[in-house]
């Protein structure tokens, strides 16, 4: 598995963004759905820069980039008609406290520490944890929590962030 799970909506908004983005060197990071009466989708952004090459932790996403790339999925969201209602597009950079959605994500953290939400508890865990990311094995990350080692499968993640230490 390459990224944590995500709805199908959000998968597939996750591959239509990406699919508009991609070729102006943003990457979509993450994303978030929540359907009602009245849609929200948060979409996080960075340049496909890779990580460490940029000093800012956002990797260089300004609020002209969040502008940007809000003018050209609105009008592609409303052609394709994904929701029923009226939405709202929020466009945002990771910020400190970083998304971790794909598994590259997660090996660019290893040796950091991570809060991590879970679709179903983990036994010892519960779910969710604060945990340093040892390594990545298989679908599994391997983490340390508490000075004992634990697997989590990536499919069981339902939300990953870096902890920023300033």
Same mark, same amino acid.
């Given at each position: 598995?390459?990224?944590?799970?995500?709805?199908?909506?959000?998968?597939?908004?996750?591959?239509?963004?990406?699919?508009?983005?991609?070729?102006?060197?943003?990457?979509?990071?993450?994303?978030?759905?929540?359907?009602?009466?009245?849609?929200?989708?948060?979409?996080?952004?960075?340049?496909?820069?890779? &990580?460490?090459?940029?000093?800012?932790?956002?990797?260089?996403?300004?609020?002209?980039?969040?502008?940007?790339?809000? @003018?050209?999925?609105?009008?592609?969201?409303?052609?394709?008609?994904?929701?029923?209602?009226?939405?709202?597009?929020?466009?945002?950079?990771?910020?400190?406290?970083?998304?971790? &959605?794909?598994?590259?994500?997660? @090996?660019?953290?290893?040796? @950091?520490?991570?809060?991590?939400?879970?679709?179903?508890?983990?036994?010892?865990?519960?779910?969710?944890?604060?945990?340093?990311?040892?390594?990545?094995?298989?679908?599994?990350?391997?983490?340390?929590?508490?000075?004992?080692?634990?697997?989590?499968?990536?499919?069981?993640?339902?939300?990953?962030?870096?902890?920023?230490?300033?």
């Amino acid at each position: 598995m390459e990224s944590i799970r995500k709805s199908e909506v959000e998968q597939k908004l996750i591959d239509f963004c990406q699919g508009l983005i991609g070729s102006l060197g943003y990457r979509t990071v993450d994303l978030d759905c929540q359907l009602s009466g009245r849609s929200t989708v948060r979409l996080f952004i960075e340049t496909d820069k890779p &990580r460490g090459e940029s000093s800012d932790a956002a990797q260089g996403v300004s609020l002209g980039d969040c502008v940007k790339v809000t @003018e050209i999925l609105s009008p592609a969201l409303d052609t394709e008609q994904i929701f029923s209602g009226p939405y709202d597009l929020e466009v945002s950079s990771p910020g400190l406290d970083r998304r971790l &959605r794909l598994r590259s994500d997660f @090996e660019a953290c290893v040796g @950091e520490e991570v809060k991590l939400r879970f679709y179903t508890p983990v036994e010892g865990l519960g779910s969710q944890t604060r945990a340093k990311v040892l390594q990545i094995q298989g679908e599994s990350l391997k983490l340390k929590v508490d000075q004992k080692e634990v697997s989590v499968l990536l499919s069981n993640i339902k939300r990953g962030n870096l902890i920023w230490e300033g």
